[in-house]
């Protein structure tokens, strides 16, 4: 059972235009959602992190949106820039809602987003 | 300066070897991760260790045996593996809404 979804394998985009990247999630007792960029044979590099309470929080370029009602997340990478080609990990934990869930973070299968210059 | 230290970054063995993948973290927390990610999958989480204790093993083999030596480090101790064990080991600190940091991972090749 897969608890955390990205559907989209990979999302193409041009320089300079927004990336839209994707997250649904089924397990109600996640609490704090997570994306990360990895590149091949490194680890998982955090980007923008939302606890349940908001609905938005912003870094910078990133901005993550999370609707609870649709149990759904989403990255706004703006602009999007050719450093940006990578795969995106989106992951839920249930930080509060489960102490022995504490740490366990849950993986999407991942979105490959190649920016053309 | 990288946060979360993992050693060695590639590591070939066969699989009646004996060795031991290295993590250290200076960032003060108090809980530690071994994650695992095969080739085009996301990462799965393998142990959790919290104030030094093992709190989470999700159904891991025996031929893998974590450690945590103290607040600092963690490892992986690993004997008789498969060809199939073969995959980037990642370590991982944070949480509690923190935020979890990820070291770059040890490449293992099991032969």
């Known amino acids: 059972d897969q608890q955390v979804k990205q559907n989209s394998p990979s999302l193409s985009v041009q320089e300079g235009r927004i990336s839209i990247l994707n997250c649904d999630y089924t397990?109600?007792?996640?609490?704090?959602f997570l994306w990360y960029k990895k590149y091949p044979a490194e680890g998982p590099t955090f980007l923008i992190s939302?606890?349940?309470?908001?609905d938005k929080n912003e870094d910078g370029r990133f901005t993550v949106f999370l609707n609870k009602s649709a149990k759904h997340l989403s990255l706004h990478i703006v602009p999007s820039q050719p450093g940006d080609s990578a795969v995106y990990f989106c992951a839920a934990s249930a930080e509060w809602a489960g102490g022995t869930s504490y740490g366990k973070l849950t993986f999407g299968q991942g979105t490959i987003l190649t920016v053309h210059p | 300066d990288t946060e979360v230290t993992q050693t060695p970054k590639h590591l070939v063995m066969g699989m009646t070897n004996k060795k031991s993948l290295k993590c250290e973290q200076h960032m003060g927390h108090r809980a530690m991760y071994w994650y695992k990610q095969k080739a085009k999958k996301p990462p799965e989480l393998m142990f959790v260790y919290s104030y030094e204790k093992l709190s989470i093993n999700e159904s891991v083999p025996s031929r893998f045996s974590p450690e945590c030596p103290n607040s600092s480090l963690l490892n992986l101790h690993l004997h008789a593996l498969q060809p199939e064990d073969s995959a980037l080991y990642l370590c991982?600190?944070?949480?509690?809404?923190?935020?979890?940091?990820f070291g770059s991972g040890t490449r293992l090749t099991v032969v």
């Open positions: 991982a600190t944070g949480g509690g809404g923190a935020g979890y940091t």
């Open positions: 939302i606890s349940s309470i908001k």
């Open positions: 397990n109600s007792m996640f609490d704090y």
